[in-house]
Structures are given as structure tokens and as C-alpha cells.
């Protein structure tokens, strides 16, 4: 006997024959309206207003990234970057002022110790800018960290060192060996991996700004052909040349491609031009400044150690140090610097007279400096410790005298090659302008103009 029926009686089964779903109903409304004319206009309509709409805002989604890529590199990645060079040379610098203190004994000049402090305040303060917009779990955000641990100690380590030579006792000097030594292993380190990661961010910025729009461009190309195919399909079904509808939204989306592409091309020929004639040359720059400062603290150690830390290979370790420091800067010969050196390749990546005449006169004052210093270990190596003390930091042309104008020219390339970045830059990202606002402007009037285009074409029928 079969089973009775557990659906109500005079109820169809849901899988009865003959029983249509509203969407199979709808399917096949849709396909019968598609088989006509009005109706295939009406689809047309629709996919061509979606198509440019979708270009609009996939274009305002892509510029509005690279926009604010480009806001990145002007106002945040290159500055923290700065910032980072800078603690690096403030904390370089601390530590070859420290040492030119120490050799002065107890006439270390009030100008030393003002520029030491302002140099630990410097440090201090980019640090403070540095951890403001780098999260703690970022390798920037280590270093930070590291450098915010180590410096307390280093600068107690100083003031040990110069309390025992103000009253002469040899302990001093180890203590300020000591304290270099931190500088060298811990905090320089620190402050060289921070500047890297910086300097990675920013180029991570300079790549998401030029990146090519390929989505928005695509989507404009696509929408472009549609309505090339629309206006040839009215044209050879009603032999009309024009449909102004269309033509207007053919015009607005082909102005939009065009702007999209222009606008590009021209952010990232200034984006690269801030990169090639600015980014690339203040990070050499940086650099050179860092191997004088090193050069000049490792010519200080020699006359502090006197000796008494070595190489190896039986060397003075800071003497060492000075040589390898001079040939980063200007290669191992003595006229023009080397084109892998730090100056040669600042002079090469220099743009303009302005940028190069500073690194010509940096160069002239290092081979100034190397030979007065050739001069100082001459009278060290006989004997003579006054006399060497004199030419490293005494009044009649000093080391110290080349040392300060080098850093000085430096200074002046690096203020030159910031404005150069700073306007190239700008220039750069400008192009961008109201090109987010313009792509909704334009998608939303070409959508206007292909629904009046086919609702012109529709009104035929009626």
C-alpha cells in the first residue's frame, strides 16, 4: 500500500510539473524583451552606464591611492627618513665632539660642550618625531627602542669620562673608549638599521605612487570600446552618424582615459625626478657627512688611546678607522675623488652648479684635511704629542679647522639637494590634482549621456 501524501490536500507539490520559479519567470521575460529591439536597446543602456561608472570609480579608487602615496613621500616616508639621518649624524657627531673635548683636558671650551649637548638634544628630538609615526613592532620601531635604551648610558659614560680628565686621572680615558665603543657596537648600529628601514619605507612609497593604473586604465578601455561598438551598431541600423547621447559619453570617458594617462605620466616623471636629482643624492650625501664626522672621531681616538688599542694585525685600530673612512669618502687617490666614492658619486648625481660646487669644495677641504693629518702623525710617531695635539685641534690650520668646513659644505649640498626633492616632488604629485573628483564628474555625465543616447533611440518605438 503506498504511503499517504503528508502535503495538504488540494496543495501542488513544490516539484509538480508545469510549476516556474519567479526567477525562471523572469529569465524568460528578460530573453523574450532581448529578442526585440526596444529591448535589447534597454540592455544595451544599462551595461553601457554600469561600464563607464565602473571606470569612474575604479579610476577614483587608483588616483586616490597614488595621491596619497604621493602625500607619503613629501610629508611623511622622506621626512622620517631626514629625521633618521640625522640621528645618526647628531649621535656621530656627539661622539667626535665628546673625543675633541676630552683632548682640550680640562680647557674644554664652553662652544665643545654646547655642541655636544645640542647634538644628544637633536638625537633626542628626531627620536621623539621618528616613534610618533612608527609603530613599536615595526624594525623602525626596534631601533627606536634600542637607541632610547642606549643613550642614557652612553651619555653617563661622557660625564664619567670627563669628570676623571678634569682632575687628571687616566681612568678617563678608558671610560671614554668605553663610551665609544657603545657608540660604535650599539647605537650607531641602531641608528644605521633605523635610516635603512626609513629609507625602504620611502621607496616602498615611491613605488605605490608610480604604479600604472592598470585596473582603471583597462576599465577605461573597455568602456571606451563599448560605446565605440554602440555608435557603430545605432549608425548601421539607422544609418545616423551621431548619436549625441553617445557621442557625449564617448567624449567623456575618452577625456577621462586621457587625463588618467597624462596625469600619470606626468606624476611620475616629477616623482622620479625628485628620486634621481634629490632622494638619491641626499642619501649619499647623508652618507659622506656620516664618513667625515667617523673619520673625524676615529682622528681624536688615535691621540686619546695613544696606542693602546689595536688591529688585528698589531695597527692603531682608530688610524685604521681614519683611512678606511677617508677612502669611503674620496677613494684611495689623491686629486678628484673616485667615482665609487661617496663625493664622486654626490658630484655625479649633483644636477646643477649649485649642487655641485658645495661637493667640490668638500672634496678640496678633505685633501686639506688628509694632509694636515699626515702632518699630525708624523710629529705622533716621533714623539712629538704637543705638536700633534696642536695640529688636530690647536689654532694654527688644524685638522678640526678642515674637518668643520667639510661638514659645513655638506651642509649646504644637503639644504640644496631638499629644496631640489621638495619641488621636484611636489610637482610630481600635483598632476594628480582633481583627478578623483574629475573621474566621478565624468563617469556620472557619460552615464547620463548613454541612457539619454539609447532613450532617444527607444523613443523611436513608441
Not at 32 to 47: D, K, N
Not at 368 to 395: F, N, P, S
Request: aromatic residues 6%; charged residues 25%.
Amino acid at each position: 500500500m503506498p504511503p499517504a501524501s503528508s502535503a495538504p490536500a488540494g496543495s501542488a507539490s513544490p516539484t509538480a510539473p508545469g510549476h516556474r520559479t519567479a526567477w525562471a519567470d523572469g529569465l524568460d521575460e528578460l530573453r523574450a524583451a532581448a529578442t526585440t529591439e526596444p529591448g535589447r536597446l534597454r540592455v544595451i543602456g544599462a551595461v553601457l552606464a554600469l561600464l563607464v561608472l565602473v571606470f569612474g570609480a575604479v579610476t577614483a579608487w587608483q588616483v586616490t591611492d597614488r595621491t596619497a602615496a604621493a602625500d607619503d613621500v613629501v610629508e611623511r616616508s622622506q621626512p622620517l627618513s631626514a629625521a633618521a639621518a640625522d640621528i645618526y649624524r647628531s649621535l656621530a657627531d656627539a661622539d667626535t665632539t665628546a673625543a675633541g673635548g676630552f683632548l682640550a683636558g680640562g680647557a674644554e671650551s664652553k662652544a665643545t660642550r654646547d655642541r655636544y649637548a645640542a647634538d644628544i638634544s637633536t638625537a633626542s628630538q628626531r627620536l621623539v618625531q621618528a616613534s610618533a609615526n612608527t609603530r613599536a613592532s615595526d624594525p623602525a620601531g626596534r631601533q627606536i627602542a634600542t637607541i632610547n635604551s642606549s643613550l642614557p648610558r652612553y651619555t653617563g659614560l661622557i660625564e664619567t669620562a670627563r669628570t676623571n680628565n678634569r682632575q687628571g686621572l687616566p681612568l678617563g680615558g678608558a671610560y671614554l673608549r668605553y663610551a665609544n665603543d657603545q657608540m660604535r657596537t650599539e647605537l650607531l648600529p641602531a641608528a644605521r638599521a633605523l635610516y635603512d628601514a626609513e629609507t625602504d619605507r620611502l621607496a616602498g612609497d615611491y613605488a605605490a605612487a608610480k604604479a600604472w593604473p592598470w585596473y582603471a586604465l583597462a576599465a577605461g578601455l573597455v568602456a571606451v570600446g563599448a560605446l565605440l561598438w554602440a555608435q557603430r551598431r545605432n549608425y548601421r541600423r539607422t544609418n545616423r552618424v551621431f548619436n549625441k547621447g553617445l557621442l557625449a559619453a564617448t567624449a567623456a570617458s575618452v577625456a577621462l582615459l586621457v587625463w588618467l594617462g597624462a596625469a600619470h605620466a606626468v606624476a611620475r616623471s616629477g616623482l622620479s625626478d625628485s628620486y634621481e636629482q634629490g632622494a638619491r643624492s641626499l642619501r649619499v650625501l647623508n652618507e659622506a657627512r656620516i664618513d667625515s664626522l667617523q673619520a673625524r672621531g676615529d682622528e681624536n681616538l688615535t691621540l686619546v688611546a695613544r696606542g693602546a688599542v689595536l688591529t688585528k694585525d698589531q695597527k692603531d685600530f682608530y688610524e685604521v678607522g681614519f683611512r678606511s673612512g677617508m677612502a669611503d669618502l674620496v677613494g684611495s687617490g689623491s686629486g678628484a675623488a673616485s667615482a665609487d666614492s661617496r663625493l664622486g658619486a654626490a658630484l655625479a648625481l649633483a644636477d646643477d652648479e649649485a649642487g655641485r660646487q658645495p661637493v667640490r669644495e668638500a672634496l678640496a677641504q678633505v685633501r686639506q684635511w688628509q694632509a694636515r693629518h699626515d702632518q699630525a702623525r708624523t710629529a705622533d710617531d716621533k714623539g712629538d704629542y704637543e705638536q700633534a695635539l696642536a695640529k688636530v685641534i690647536g689654532t694654527d690650520r688644524p685638522t678640526r679647522e678642515s674637518f668643520d668646513r667639510v661638514d659645513a659644505e655638506l651642509h649646504k649640498a644637503l639644504t640644496h639637494e631638499q629644496a631640489e626633492f621638495r619641488s621636484a616632488a611636489d610637482g610630481g604629485r600635483a598632476a594628480f590634482g582633481l583627478l578623483a573628483v574629475g573621474a566621478a564628474v565624468l563617469a556620472v555625465l557619460a552615464a547620463v549621456g548613454a541612457v539619454l543616447g539609447i532613450g532617444r533611440r527607444l523613443s523611436e518605438y513608441r
